[in-house]
């Protein structure tokens, strides 16, 4: 079962522009998520996070953006930059240290 | 640089090997997890330890056998796997809840 979603596999934008990848879950006792990234041969790398008490957290060209009524969550880059192409993994905690992931998605950020 | 160091990097084992993974962090974390992935797929957790207690495994089977003899270091005993278990076994530790976890570059074990 999968309870946190991301069903864009892959993502391309233009450097300078602005990169949006999205997040859905299933699971209403989540009320921690988070923004990770991946680069080939190493471990994921923690990116940004939100409690389910706010609706934006931001952090330089990274915000992340929670709905909880639809439960669904999003990450802005702008601007993207080359060094963004990554796989970016979504993922969602409750309160016992039991967080799940997404499945990813493939950012492509073309110079 | 990764916090969380992960051993071996790479493990090419046979199905009646035993052998195992190990994880060390010294940030003082006092929860560690192992994951498992397979390419193209999210992380999956399959075990979490809370001050040096298991508390949470996943249903995973018993061919995997986690230990944590202390704050710092975590195993992961592997016997008589199958080649379906190969995969990247990454490591994480954090603080307590709702807190970001770190991980470590993770093994790539290949199953024979």
């Known amino acids: 079962d999968q309870q946190v979603k991301q069903n864009s596999p892959s993502l391309s934008v233009q450097e300078g522009r602005i990169s949006i990848l999205n997040c859905d879950y299933t699971n209403s006792m989540f009320d921690y998520f988070l923004w990770y990234k991946k680069y080939p041969a190493e471990g994921p790398t923690f990116l940004i996070s939100?409690?389910?008490?706010?609706d934006k957290n931001e952090d330089g060209r990274f915000t992340v953006f929670l709905n909880k009524s639809a439960k669904h969550l999003s990450l802005h880059i702008v601007p993207s930059q080359p060094g963004d192409s990554a796989v970016y993994f979504c993922?969602?905690?409750?309160?016992?240290?039991?967080?799940?992931f997404g499945a990813g998605t493939r950012l492509t950020v073309k110079p | 640089d990764t916090e969380v160091t992960q051993t071996p990097k790479h493990l090419v084992m046979g199905m009646t090997n035993k052998k195992s993974l190990k994880c060390e962090q010294h940030?003082?974390?006092?929860?560690m997890y192992w994951y498992k992935q397979k390419a193209k797929k999210p992380p999956e957790l399959m075990f979490v330890?809370?001050?040096?207690?298991?508390?949470i495994n996943e249903s995973v089977p018993s061919r995997f056998s986690p230990e944590c003899p202390n704050s710092s270091l975590l195993n992961l005993h592997l016997h008589a796997l199958q080649p379906e278990d190969s995969a990247l076994y990454l490591c994480?530790?954090?603080?307590?809840?709702?807190?970001?976890?770190?991980f470590g570059n993770g093994t790539r074990l290949t199953v024979t």
């Open positions: 940030m003082g974390h006092r929860a």
């Open positions: 330890y809370s001050y040096e207690k298991l508390s």
């Open positions: 939100i409690s389910s008490i706010k």
């Open positions: 993922a969602a905690s409750a309160l016992n240290n039991d967080m799940r």
């Open positions: 994480a530790s954090s603080p307590p809840t709702d807190s970001p976890l770190h």
